[in-house]
């Protein structure tokens, strides 16, 4: 990561998404963020629905002035297939925003990414939190992009772990494998050609399912947000809860509600893992996560292991490291900062003092 005073320039690209929405959010009230754009790429939901979820979650933080973009609309070489399972049929479970004001940017994702690249050699931090569509083709215009970013910091893949979505393979790199082909090996070019160029920062399911969301967590985050939090839990808990009146906790507690539905389902707890906002805190702030160098590519003609993020620990391939791997991190300092940030914000809309 390069050596920056002041705020960390982001530019997040997203399938927003419960926790994509969460992660905008914590980007939003973190003090360290610089948001400089947000894209879109289909995934959690089509591409249009992410577009209105980003603008509609940016306006409820009070975040009108984001620059949001959207790109190509369906995966590389794939049919797109999203998951309103896992997020609800619009991608905020069981909440709901007004239609957003804000307009959507007239530059294409991809163009954006490589426009401000250009802009600020070396000083803007590539966030992906959904498929990596954009950023592929990103990189297919510009092959200079990973010298040009500071750094990409990818949600994405399962190294030592098994997959979420198959045995194999996470969420985000299932749906455009293709993609995220592309990308790992663009960077496992431009690193051949100058290893002064950065590995890509990849958090799999290895660390992100280590940060679960409890129920207790938002009856921490209503009290931070001056409220009470009991009522928070009764409501991410139940849609007999009380509504709350503040509209931040309201859209948290009822697109929570649903993913921990969702978890409770599917993986045997109530509570959810939540994938995205630890990469957006670790982009901040890598201190919480601990990284192995290594060299990683995408199976994307396997019979059983499309989608695989293979990762060659023993050094067969005998290729530098394109990617530091995630392997540890601090889930506990990352939940307690979510809680006060996300609180403190929640605290602002209403006009508290925080
Ligand atoms: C990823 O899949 C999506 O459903 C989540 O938003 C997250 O980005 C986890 O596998
Ligand atoms: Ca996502």
Known sequence: MPVTSG???????????????????????????????????????????VAQNTRAVLELAGRTDVEVALGREVPLARELITTPETHGPLGIGWAELP???????????????VEEARRRPGGITLVTLGPLTNVALAVLREPELPRLLGRLVIMGGAYRVP??????????IHVDPEAAQVVFRAWMSAIGRDASVPRALALGL???????????????????????????????????????????????ADSLRFYMEFHAKADGFYGAFIHDPLVVAVALDETLARATPVAVDVEVAGEVAAGQTVADWRGLWQ?????????????????????DRLGGLAARAAGVAS
């Open 206 to 252: 290895d660390v992100t399912e280590r940060a679960r969301l409890l129920p207790g967590h938002l009856a921490a985050l209503g009290r931070r947000a001056g409220t009470d939090g009991a009522a928070l839990e009764a409501r991410v808990r139940s849609a007999e809860g009380p509504a709350p009146a503040n509209p931040v906790l309201r859209y948290l």
């Open 319 to 339: 290729r530098s490291p394109n990617a530091d791997v995630a392997a540890e991190v601090d889930a506990g300092a990352f939940l307690d900062r979510l809680v």
């Open 99 to 113: 239609p957003t004001s804000m307009p959507l940017s007239a530059r294409h994702s991809a163009d954006l990414i």
């Open 7 to 49: 705020p960390t320039p982001l530019i997040i690209d997203c399938d927003t998404g419960i926790d994509d929405g969460l992660a905008l959010l914590y980007a939003c009230a973190s003090p360290g963020a610089e948001i400089v754009a947000v894209t879109c790429t289909a995934g959690n939901v089509d591409a249009r629905q």
């Open 163 to 172: 997959g979420n979505t198959t045995p194999v393979s996470e969420w985000n």
